[in-house]
């Protein structure tokens, strides 16, 4: 089955700077690539997502890039703020053309930390 | 307003006492999972299920149910809670059709069993 590890746990910046988390996955066939926000006693919640056949993609402050051939995709937060404190999570999936199941594969999150 | 909820959100037990976690989500989603978050170990898959009466397997399945009768409901079951099975549990729904694979997580319970 899918491996995907993320880097780092934790992870602490100053307001303003920049914050970089990467995860790497094992199953060459994974096709879609979510990044959720998990805020203090709340579920994870999308922020933004990629699917294979694009490099990057950018939402504002936050992109996320994905190299197929290495196998690692990474999520890049600019111009940090306090309430982008929160653990995120990276996970990889198999989808299907039309309807079909797909299961994630999460990494173990990273908590990051914007002090201001 | 489109959402999951669960509950209870925090539940204590003790060892061996049956409980039930409800789930149930409005936006008429297809699939719906159940997760667990441990601390070092992210989420991972206890049950999914992709209709009405059609449940599998997840990553971590020992010890508990599910079941899918209705399509807005996916209750968790622990028959027989042991300690190791303290934990954060989520619900989650999403749509059968691209073109979003969003997940929509409820908040979450915190079950403690002792």
């Known amino acids: 089955g899918e491996n995907v590890e993320q880097h780092p746990s934790t992870l602490s910046v100053q307001e303003g700077d920049s914050a970089v988390i990467k995860c790497t996955y094992s199953?060459?066939?994974?096709?879609?690539f979510p990044w959720y926000k998990q805020e203090l006693g709340k579920g994870p919640q999308l922020i933004i997502d990629?699917?294979?056949?694009?490099g990057e993609k950018k939402d504002q402050r936050i992109a996320v890039t994905l190299n197929k051939t290495a196998k690692h995709f990474s999520l890049h937060i600019t111009e940090t703020q306090p309430e982008d404190s929160a653990v995120y999570f990276c996970?990889?999936?198999?989808?299907?053309?039309?309807?079909?199941?797909?299961?994630?594969?999460f990494g173990k999150g990273t908590k990051l930390s914007v002090i201001p | 307003e489109a959402q999951v909820t669960q509950n209870p959100r925090y539940l204590i037990t003790v060892t061996g006492k049956k409980l039930t976690v409800t789930c149930s989500q409005n936006?008429?989603?297809?699939?719906m999972s159940w997760y667990r978050q441990d601390p070092g170990l992210g989420l991972r898959q206890i049950y999914y299920s992709m209709n009405v009466e059609v449940t599998d397997k997840g990553d971590v399945p020992e010890g508990y149910k599910v079941s899918r009768k209705e399509k807005r409901n996916f209750p968790l079951i622990l028959e027989s809670p042991s300690p190791n099975q303290t934990s954060l549990y989520f619900c989650?729904?999403?749509?059968?059709?691209?073109?979003?694979?969003?997940?929509?997580f409820g908040p979450g319970t915190r079950l403690t069993v002792t």
């Open positions: 199953d060459s066939a994974s096709n879609y």
């Open positions: 990629i699917r294979s056949n694009v």
């Open positions: 996970a990889a999936s198999r989808t299907y053309s039309g309807a079909g199941s797909y299961q994630l594969t």
């Open positions: 989650a729904s999403y749509p059968i059709s691209p073109p979003t694979y969003e997940q929509y």
């Open positions: 936006m008429n989603h297809e699939y």
